[in-house]
T-cell receptor
Framework: GQQLNQSPQSMFIQEGEDVSMNCTSS?????WLWYKQDPGEGPVLLIA?????ELTSNGRLTAQFGITRKDSFLNISASIPSDVGIYFCAGNNDMRFGAGTRLTVKP | DADVTQTPRNRITKTGKRIMLECSQT?????MYWYRQDPGLGLQLIYYSFDVKDINKGEISDGYSVSRQAQAKFSLSLESAIPNQTALYFC????????????FGPGTRLTVL
């Protein structure tokens, strides 16, 4: 099946710093999705991308659908403590998720 | 009220017991999914259903079965639970007529002793 590689696995940053994480796939995706999971909760959709090259923002979050359709990145600007959590990428071709990026923000 | 609900939220059981986890949704979505999450890992797809008469295996279906009793209900069963099925279980829904993005329930924490 398709492999989704998400990196980095974890990040420890200072409040106010910008964050970048990405996902790559061995196959082409039609849709890239980014989710955030808070402790003890289910993942919540942050951004959905539907077209190659698409760049979409949601507040301090920006995500892009790679031109090759095999990758996507998520940026968080000016991080705050409530950004803490696990961020997952997903492609809806076969409903697979990346392993997640665990973000810790130090005040 | 939550759009996707899961019951129970927590369950502790013993090896060999039969367990059923239930999922209900009020979103009117046709597609439903069951995922498993192990500590520090991502989500693995167990089973999915695109409508009431449709059931498909995911990546890790061995040891599990499902039933789609109605469009709004999708249950996951462990016929004979074993300790390595201890995990967090999530139900999700999506709308094939919309963008087909998935919406998740709050999860069920299952511990098999």
């Amino acid at each position: 099946g398709q492999q989704l590689n998400q990196s980095p696995q974890s990040m420890f940053i200072q409040e106010g710093e910008d964050v970048s994480m990405n996902c790559t796939s061995s196959s082409i995706f039609n849709t890239w999705l980014w989710y955030k999971q808070d402790p003890g909760e289910g993942p919540v959709l942050l951004i959905a991308l539907y077209k190659a090259g698409e760049l979409t923002s949601n507040g301090r979050l920006t995500a892009q659908f790679g031109i090759t359709r095999k990758d996507s990145f998520l940026n968080i600007s000016a991080s705050i403590p409530s950004d803490v959590g696990i961020y997952f990428c997903a492609g809806n071709n076969d409903m697979r998720f990346g392993a997640g990026t665990r973000l810790t923000v130090k005040p | 009220d939550a759009d996707v609900t899961q019951t129970p939220r927590n369950r502790i059981t013993k090896t060999g017991k039969r367990i059923m986890l239930e999922c209900s949704q009020t979103k009117g979505h046709d597609r439903m999914y069951w995922y498993r999450q192990d500590p520090g890992l991502g989500l693995q797809l167990i089973y999915y259903s695109f409508d009431v008469k449709d059931i498909n295996k995911g990546e890790i279906s061995d040891g599990y079965s499902v039933s789609r009793q109605a469009q709004a209900k999708f249950s996951l069963s462990l016929e004979s639970a074993i300790p390595n099925q201890t995990a967090l279980y999530f139900c999700a829904t999506s709308d094939s007529q919309g963008r087909d993005t998935q919406y998740f329930g709050p999860g069920t924490r299952l511990t098999v002793l």
